[in-house]
């Protein structure tokens, strides 16, 4: 680009370019969308085991493995920083976002759901629906929006189906705790490996 | 109808300041990338921003290397504001 005076138009043109430069906003291979979908998935698939077996002072032991998950995560995107040379509004609001979601998921998954049983998964994969579809479009990466309204219904659903049913379901309640596997596949599992596959391609 | 900001109506500082609108602090490296231009002229046009008030330039070293980034102060995103108003009052005439 060559530095010279210009017309209004030319301007204009020039602020959007640079504005909108990316037509998507992610610029990685979703490596911590896959991260935290396994971790999850396995978590909720452990928590299920451990109830199956009747482990019921034990059985949320396997949700501990979020605690190094967020430390892993906090270092991955201080060192991407670091390496890209860029901040950007909308990275802030993600990772802003993100963190006001695990503090309300951890706050309802360890002590709402020690209470009042499945209800605060209910909830949980509300917000994780709906922290997703918002990512997804800050991103603007269709697959994410997508997944984060399905998990975010699927929330209102097993809310309602909680709320109604509670006393005829306790044996099936076990269930429930696959759904937060299920909501994860949807929010991230599937998007991450989309956005892997169209990363690498991209890079091609 | 107003004078353009002489500053920013360049293509070059226009597309470092509209970049560091999106990006709150953007590394040298990065500019010229999404720029195109030479780093001559580019470390040229940050300097005239950044005598200009624009902007904010910090050097550090990063595993040995110096490192350049700048970020927009406010006069340069208020700057911004203003000289898109009048773009769009050149474009768009009130009659």
């Known amino acids: 680009m060559k530095d010279k005076t210009m017309q209004p138009s030319d301007s204009m043109e020039i602020i959007t370019r ?17 991260f935290w979908g396994w971790l999850i998935l396995f978590a909720s698939i452990a928590h299920f085991v451990l109830l199956e077996f009747q482990f019921y002072q034990i059985f ?9 998950g967020a430390i892993y995560t906090f270092v991955y995107f201080a060192r991407m920083k670091k390496s890209q040379g860029k901040s950007g509004f909308l990275d802030k609001l993600s990772g802003f976002l993100w963190w006001m979601f695990a503090f309300n998921a951890f706050a309802l998954g360890f002590g709402f759901t020690f209470f009042f049983g499945h209800l605060g998964t209910g909830i949980i994969l509300i917000l994780l629906g709906f922290a997703s579809a918002i990512d997804g479009r800050i991103m603007r990466f269709r697959p994410m929006v997508i997944g984060g309204l399905l ?3 699927m929330g209102f659903f097993t809310l309602g189906w909680m709320l109604l049913l ?12 696959l759904l937060v596997g299920l909501g994860i596949t949807l929010t991230n599992l599937i998007p991450g490996y989309i956005m892997k596959r169209e990363f690498d391609r991209k890079k091609q | 109808m107003k004078q353009l900001d002489p500053l920013l109506h360049s293509q070059l500082r226009l597309a470092i300041v509209s970049l560091l609108v999106k990006h709150d602090t953007l590394d040298f490296s990065f500019l010229k990338e999404k720029t195109e231009a030479t780093a001559g002229n580019l470390s040229v046009q940050i300097k005239k921003l950044e005598e200009a008030g624009y902007i904010t330039v910090m050097k550090r070293f990063k595993n040995n290397y110096p490192q350049t980034s700048c970020q927009l102060t406010d006069k340069g995103l208020n700057a ?9 009052e050149y474009l768009n005439p009130k009659n």
Do not use: C
Not at chain 1, 19 to 32: A, C, M, Q, Y
């Open chain 1, 18 to 34: 640079m504005i909108e430069s990316r037509k998507t906003n992610w610029n990685d291979n979703g490596h911590i969308l896959r």
């Open chain 1, 60 to 68: 949320w032991t396997p949700w501990l493995v979020t605690i190094p």
């Open chain 1, 151 to 153: 998990t975010n219904l």
């Open chain 1, 166 to 177: 509670y006393k005829d379901i306790v044996d099936a309640q076990n269930f429930i705790i």
């Open chain 2, 80 to 88: 911004f504001e203003r000289y898109v108003k009048t773009i769009n």
